[in-house]
């Protein structure tokens, strides 16, 4: 290294400090806006430094900024592609969950009160609408005036989807 240019730092510590923050923030929460905030600020920054240093005659330092941008490049794009199958994942399941309430209803005359009135007749067990420590449940609803819905939370902590079993239709709450 030239006099004064500084050590790159290591792609290891980038790579487990970036899996660290994708696996708390989509596996927890299953959000992604936080990490999906830090990987566009990592690539801006690391960018522009990658820029810099190839004009200060730098390029060991230029070459790892332009790596390290990178892994923030797919920090990105993962976090986008979980959260578009953590939503896929939700419709899916909850489609199933409709289904096996509408086939409760037509073999006993009326919508069940919980969910695991359906198992094991219509469904093996009632499955979590994603797959995230927080938030990852179906909530199923019977009001005493005979309302029934499903709903989940389709992006933490708002972001309700429900549906309402009389009226056949989805809605957002927030």
Known sequence: MKGGEKQPPGMIRTSVALAGLFLFDLGYSGQGL??????????ASLAVGALWSVFRGAPALARSRALRAGLYLFLGA??????????????????????????????????PD??????PD????????????????????????????????????FGRRIYHFEEARWSRLD
Do not use: D
């Not at 919980?114 to 198992?119: A, D, G, I, S, Y």
């Open 122 to 157: 219509f469904l093996s067990a009632v499955p979590r609408a994603k797959y995230t420590l927080a938030w990852g449940e179906f909530t199923y609803s019977a009001s005493e005036t005979r309302r029934h819905t499903l709903m989940y939370v389709a992006l933490p902590p």
């Open 34 to 43: 936080f990490a999906l905030g830090v990987a566009v600020l990592g690539v």
């Open 78 to 111: 993962a976090t986008i592609a979980t959260v578009r199958l953590h939503a896929a994942t939700a419709e899916s399941r909850a489609a199933r969950v409709i289904e096996a309430c509408r086939a409760f209803e037509r073999a006993h005359g009326a919508l």
């Open 114 to 119: 919980r969910l695991e009135e359906l198992v």
